[in-house]
Nanobody, 123 residues
Framework: DVELRESGGGSVQAGGSLSLSCSAS????????MGWFRQAPGKEREGVAA???????NYADSVKGRFTISKDNSKNTLYLEMNSLKPEDTAMYYC?????????????????WGQGTQVTVSS
């Protein structure tokens, strides 16, 4: 079975930084697009960042210049570096894999999901 496991969430003050990781197992890691999504209470899940097999990236406008997505194929791990965090970044963050459309930030194109890790940014 495919398993994605996020880690690294937590609480931080506005302006601070957090790093998220997502380890993948039971999965043909390399050939597919992967991404990070988030969902705040009462809101729809939104795409944050995506990375393709060649290392190309795509970001939501709300996080451009602040967040960086990367991956280490040798470790089957996806990362999200988050800087200059804002209270509006508060959400459950999910790792997604098996993206069938390169660099998409639309959740419907992804086959596999992690359980999520909470990020809370206080003002």
């Amino acid at each position: 079975d495919v398993e994605l496991r996020e880690s690294g969430g937590g609480s931080v003050q506005a302006g601070g930084s957090l790093s998220l990781s997502c380890s993948a197992s039971g999965y043909a890691y390399s050939p597919y697009c992967m991404g990070w999504f988030r969902q705040a209470p009462g809101k729809e899940r939104e795409g944050v960042a995506a990375i393709d097999t060649d290392g190309g990236t795509n970001y939501a406008d709300s996080v451009k210049g602040r967040f960086t997505i990367s991956k280490d194929n040798s470790k089957n791990t996806l990362y999200l570096e988050m800087n200059s965090l804002k209270p509006e970044d508060t959400a459950m963050y999910y790792c997604a894999a098996g993206g069938r459309l390169s660099l998409t930030l639309q959740s419907r194109w992804y086959n596999y999901w992690g359980q999520g890790t909470q990020v809370t940014v206080s003002s």
